[in-house]
Nanobody, 123 residues
Framework: QVVESGGGLVQSGGSLRLSCAFS????????IGWFRQAPGKGREGVSC????????YLVDSVKGRFTTSRDNAKNTVYLQMNSLKPEDTAIYYC??????????????????WGQGTQVIVSS
């Protein structure tokens, strides 16, 4: 089970911290991360943090603005989002993630996501 929270309406330049409480699956998976889906657009991987070494993938568009963290005691991961932009508006989902190689490029796949949390950034 995965439960996301923390979304909301924020002005451009503002911050939000998303939380993801997960249970019921082990992280034999590569790791846990976030993807988002904006209205009328496809899914976009935002982050994926390895459970083994803590290394984190972040999509280029959020580097320098978003960070991830984890509280192992609470089985909770966080996505700290700063300097938010209107183009960050989307439903954000937390999910188990794994890297896959397609034609020489690494992409991240997401499974077992929750209901998502809506983030709206006004200009």
């Amino acid at each position: 089970q995965v439960v996301e929270s923390g979304g909301g309406l924020v002005q451009s330049g503002g911050s939000l911290r998303l939380s993801c409480a997960f249970s019921g699956f082990t992280l034999d998976y590569y790791g846990i991360g976030w993807f988002r889906q904006a209205p009328g657009k496809g899914r976009e991987g935002v982050s994926c943090t390895s459970s083994s070494d803590g290394s984190t993938y972040l999509v280029d568009s959020v580097k320098g603005r978003f960070t991830t963290s984890r509280d192992n005691a609470k089985n909770t991961v966080y996505l700290q989002m700063n300097s938010l932009k209107p183009e960050d508006t989307a439903i954000y989902y937390c999910a188990a993630c794994r890297p896959e190689v397609y034609e020489g490029s690494v992409e991240y796949e997401y499974d077992f996501w929750g209901q998502g949390t809506q983030v709206i950034v006004s200009s």
